[in-house]
């Protein structure tokens, strides 16, 4: 309990003693600025008090005067002066119950914002919570607003879209940074191999291999292969003789062999260079059909299409392949982060057309900037039908968290000298009914 010396201004002379103690630890915590604003409130205690105590004297004064037989005027002026201290008395008892024990005394319903400090923030929750974050209310302010067409305007501006683009790679390159490496990786790889191995691949292929040789389109890598292997067999014909010599029988004689080799490597050459210059080979034909048929084999044959999957099941195993599937992730976060640094990279060049665009848009096309705000609307309607208990409970728990002490202080310091004008304003009010009660008395006989 805080208890003060003596009067009913006895806050004003132990304002020293206030700032002398040291502020809380409270989030609410009593600061050097909010003293600076009680030496305000002290002056205006004092004005207050200086009041009273000259209605006090002109009350003893006129008093004596009457007495004296001084004239009527001094029962009128002492009875202005009587209403005067009464006002005056009755606002300073007032004033000061909200925030303390007048003189100390334990009067039910006073230090009012101390004791009721909690019962004050449930209060201002509930309040919040009904009047601002209702759904009906959320949705006509936005509704006014017009908050699609104004982001609309605002993003058609190029020094706008630019900022918003800088912005948004400046977030990018954070999360990116944040992001560990060998967690994404072991991610992405997970997800590419579970997606590969749900999903059957051969029909695909066989669709896509049909497709390819329907319009020639592999026509061009036969007749590179024709064109590397004609190369090849040019540069390395002695080692394709040696090859067909060593794999003659031991009992013919050597020079028969080399014959051998010679013949095989000259047809070996002459079929490579036909199939090469002559686009209507019959070996060319007989590749077409070949793979004609695998794609459809690829398609509708059960055995070749269980075979790719194990094949596919086989390659995604490897080691090396899932090193280069976790590997990706580093390449492409690399390739991210250097287009986010850099102002003229064809990703931040796009975002910023792509935002100019959609600004221009929604300044103009009165749909979509319905679209938006409905979706704005729903998100906000969302957030407070789900989230009002937290939200108000914040404001409930914040004010629980106070010191009651540091509280009431600081709300004093902050309004507490527009108080001393009830005060004020008490006085001369009461003095000047006093003044009318007694006219009005006399002016009926009494």
Same mark, same amino acid.
């Given at each position: 309990m805080e208890r003060t010396r003596s009067g009913p201004d006895a806050e %004003?002379?132990? #304002? %020293?003693?206030?700032?002398?103690?040291?502020?809380?630890?409270?989030?609410f915590a009593y600061t050097a600025a909010d003293e600076e604003k009680r030496r305000g409130v002290r002056r205006m205690k004092a004005t207050a008090t200086g009041l009273l105590l000259l209605v006090a004297v002109i009350f003893g004064l006129a008093t004596w005067a009457d007495r004296s037989g001084a004239g009527a005027w001094a029962g009128y002026v002492a009875?202005?002066?009587?209403? /005067?201290?009464?006002? %005056?008395?009755a606002d300073w008892f007032a004033v000061t119950a909200l925030f303390r024990r007048p003189l100390g005394l334990p009067i039910p319903h006073t230090a009012i914002i101390q004791n009721k400090k909690d019962q004050f923030g449930a209060t201002l929750g509930s309040f919040v919570g009904e009047n601002f974050l209702s759904t009906a209310v959320v949705r006509t302010r936005l509704q006014a607003l017009g908050i699609g067409r104004r982001l609309g305007t605002w993003l058609a501006?190029?020094?706008h879209a630019e900022r918003v683009t800088s912005e948004l790679a400046t977030a990018l390159r954070g999360a990116l940074t944040v992001l560990r490496d060998s967690d994404v990786q072991?991610? *992405? !790889?997970?997800? @590419?191999?579970?997606?590969?191995?749900a999903a059957e691949i051969a029909p695909g292929l066989g669709k896509a291999l049909e497709k390819i040789v329907a319009d020639g389109s592999h026509r061009k890598a036969v007749d590179l292969v024709c064109?590397?292997? +004609?190369? &090849?067999?040019?540069? +390395? /014909?002695?080692? *394709?003789?040696?090859?067909?010599? !060593? #794999?003659?029988? /031991? &009992?013919?004689?050597?020079f028969v062999d080399r014959k051998v080799?010679?013949?095989?490597?000259?047809?070996?050459? =002459?079929?490579? $260079?036909?199939?090469?210059?002559?686009?209507? +080979?019959?070996?060319r034909g007989a590749l077409d059909r070949f793979l004609a048929d695998f794609a459809a084999d690829l398609q509708s044959d059960s055995e070749t299409r269980t075979r790719v999957e194990r094949f596919k099941s086989e390659i995604l195993a490897r080691a090396e392949v899932q090193d280069i599937i976790a590997s990706a992730w580093s390449s492409v976060r690399s390739m991210i982060i250097a287009a986010a640094e850099d102002d003229h990279s064809e990703l931040r060049l796009r975002a910023r057309a792509s935002l100019l665009s959609l600004g221009t848009r929604l300044s103009t096309d009165d749909r979509l900037q319905s679209k938006v705000d409905g979706w704005l609307e729903d998100a906000a309607a969302y957030v407070v039908s789900t989230y009002r208990a937290e939200i108000t409970s914040l404001i409930t728990d914040t004010v629980a968290s106070w010191d009651a002490n540091d509280t009431s202080r600081k709300i004093e310091a902050n309004i507490g =000298?527009?108080?001393?004008? @009830? =005060?004020?304003?008490?006085?001369v009010v009461g003095a000047l009914a006093g003044l009318l009660i007694y $006219?009005?008395? +006399?002016?009926?006989g009494g």
């Open positions: %004003a002379a132990a #304002g %020293a003693d206030t700032a002398a103690r040291t502020p809380r630890s409270s989030p009875a202005a002066a009587e209403a /005067g201290m009464v006002g %005056a008395l501006e190029p020094e072991a991610v *992405v !790889g997970e997800a @590419i191999t579970r997606r590969a191995d064109v590397r292997a +004609h190369d &090849w067999l040019v540069l +390395h /014909g002695d080692s *394709v003789m040696d090859a067909v010599q !060593g #794999g003659a029988p /031991g &009992w013919t004689p050597r080799g010679e013949r095989v490597y000259k047809e070996l050459l =002459r079929f490579i $260079t036909e199939m090469r210059d002559m686009p209507a +080979h019959p070996a =000298r527009d108080l001393q004008f @009830i =005060r004020i304003n008490g006085t $006219t009005v008395s +006399h002016a009926l």
